[in-house]
């Protein structure tokens, strides 16, 4: 059974950092592209990172491009997510997310297929004030 749970999340000043963290079961972590999405209020999820099992292959955003950076410890089952120079609209819920089933390592960017990444966790809250 496939279970995340996120932390780290927090409230602070923009120009500040947070380090996300998920934890997950092993369900075959090492194999699977694995996600970092978010949501703020009425807006739809959107993707922030992504990283093939490996950690070769990384994917950003627009907006987290130059601040954010995705790891995983597949040892560890564990996922992070760095973020520097925090701005408002980085607020919002932030959740991992494992795919649907494995793909190869330089699919892991295709983020806006159908079916692709599922959240399981209930997300861990960032707040940007200005």
């Known amino acids: 059974q496939v279970q995340l749970v996120e932390s780290g999340g927090g409230s602070v000043q923009a120009g500040g950092s947070l380090k996300l963290s998920c934890a997950a079961s092993?369900?075959?972590?090492?194999?699977?592209?694995m996600a970092w999405f978010r949501q703020a209020p009425g807006k739809e999820r959107e993707a922030v990172a992504t990283i093939s099992p490996g950690s070769s292959y990384k994917y950003y955003s627009d907006s987290g491009k130059g601040r954010f950076t995705i790891s995983r410890d597949n040892n560890k089952y564990t996922l992070g997510l760095q973020m520097n120079n925090l701005k408002p609209e980085d607020t919002g819920m932030y959740y991992c997310a494992t795919d649907s089933r494995v793909f190869p390592a330089l699919q892991c960017a295709e983020v806006d297929l159908p079916g692709r990444y599922i959240q399981r966790g209930q997300g861990t809250q960032v707040t940007v004030s200005s």
């Open positions: 092993n369900f075959g972590f090492s194999s699977f592209c």
